[in-house]
DNA sequence: TCAAACATACATTCATAATGCATTTATTAT
DNA sequence: ATAATAAATGCATTATGAATGTATGTTTGA
């Protein structure tokens, strides 16, 4: 029962973004590389290859290719749902697998509805917070993010 | 990210004594076995010997070693907190991993308080939930038990 | 046309859940 | 006493999926 490292690298990724986001505002925001969130988080050049393009895909980072490519927020932090961006990459399967194999508990079983309810709550929960929420000590982040080798 | 099959198994072994724990009253209940679950489930006896011993040692279950030995609640079902149950079985460790290996964004990250405080809530509403919540449709669980093979 | 950057596909490694096997210990009916 | 039964315990193996690695393709700007 732990989130992905997956999920977490694309929140990283996230947060690296949103936190030189707000540096300048009206200016077009240098695009990141994911060379440069591998230096800097010490990650993978591969997985995060994988984030950033599901990134791309769910639409929440723009990405650019070829020289002097890659990629920013496609959005504004505060419409960045911590919830989606959890729930998308952490897939959304079932908490408890009640097929496969079948468990002959199901036609009376509440547990699995239960936990289901559990798991929408927990959503729920997340889904008040946004890439912003995450922002409160975005000179901090900038400035770990800036010396990290 | 789903509970593990460990976990549900446990669930399964409880539900299968309460089920039949309701059925009389006053009599000391029938000892259930690891053979007898594993026929009812369809499951690994010594994965279930796993469980069962956990159960055991969380003081939910009473187990008596030798001929005509068995197991049964140590509790009412009313006693018994999914929470606890789950929380046990699964392992209590945090959902989002930030050392091991070590995150540069920790000092200033806000997203593992939130994931925390997520997985408490989670904890928290199955603190409302007992064995005896599963059991709202115990006669059928009890058909459904006595007649799988 | 070259180099930089993401896109894509596939292969491999690693962690751990899940399962299997063997033996020991405790209990009780005979 | 003894044999049978059932849980306790320890260790080995397998299966699954996450995590990582390798290779190549594609786009783009200088
Ligand atoms: S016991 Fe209930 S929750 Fe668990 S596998 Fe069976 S049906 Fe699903
Ligand atoms: S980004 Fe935050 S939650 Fe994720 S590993 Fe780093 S410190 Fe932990």
């Given at each position: 029962m732990?989130?992905?490292k997956y999920t977490d690298y694309g929140?990283?990724?996230?947060m690296y973004l949103a936190s030189f986001d707000a540096d300048d505002k009206c200016a077009e925001p240098k695009l990141a590389t994911i060379r440069e969130i591998c230096d800097t988080f010490d990650l993978s050049a591969n997985h995060v290859n994988k984030v950033v393009h599901h990134l791309g895909r769910l639409q929440l980072i723009e990405t650019r290719r070829g020289k002097n490519g890659g990629f920013l927020l496609a959005k504004q932090p505060e419409d960045i749902s911590l919830a989606f961006v959890i729930r998308q990459l952490e897939g959304d399967e079932k908490w408890i697998e009640c097929e496969?194999?079948?468990?002959?508990?199901m036609p009376a079983c509440e547990l699995k509805g239960i936990v289901a309810r559990g798991?929408?709550?927990f959503y729920d929960y997340l889904s008040q917070y946004t890439l912003k929420s995450l922002m409160v000590k975005a000179p901090q982040l900038r400035q770990i993010f800036s010396t990290a080798s």
């Amino acid at each position: 029962m732990q989130l992905k490292k997956y999920t977490d690298y694309g929140l990283r990724i996230l947060m690296y973004l949103a936190s030189f986001d707000a540096d300048d505002k009206c200016a077009e925001p240098k695009l990141a590389t994911i060379r440069e969130i591998c230096d800097t988080f010490d990650l993978s050049a591969n997985h995060v290859n994988k984030v950033v393009h599901h990134l791309g895909r769910l639409q929440l980072i723009e990405t650019r290719r070829g020289k002097n490519g890659g990629f920013l927020l496609a959005k504004q932090p505060e419409d960045i749902s911590l919830a989606f961006v959890i729930r998308q990459l952490e897939g959304d399967e079932k908490w408890i697998e009640c097929e496969n194999p079948y468990c002959v508990a199901m036609p009376a079983c509440e547990l699995k509805g239960i936990v289901a309810r559990g798991k929408e709550l927990f959503y729920d929960y997340l889904s008040q917070y946004t890439l912003k929420s995450l922002m409160v000590k975005a000179p901090q982040l900038r400035q770990i993010f800036s010396t990290a080798s």
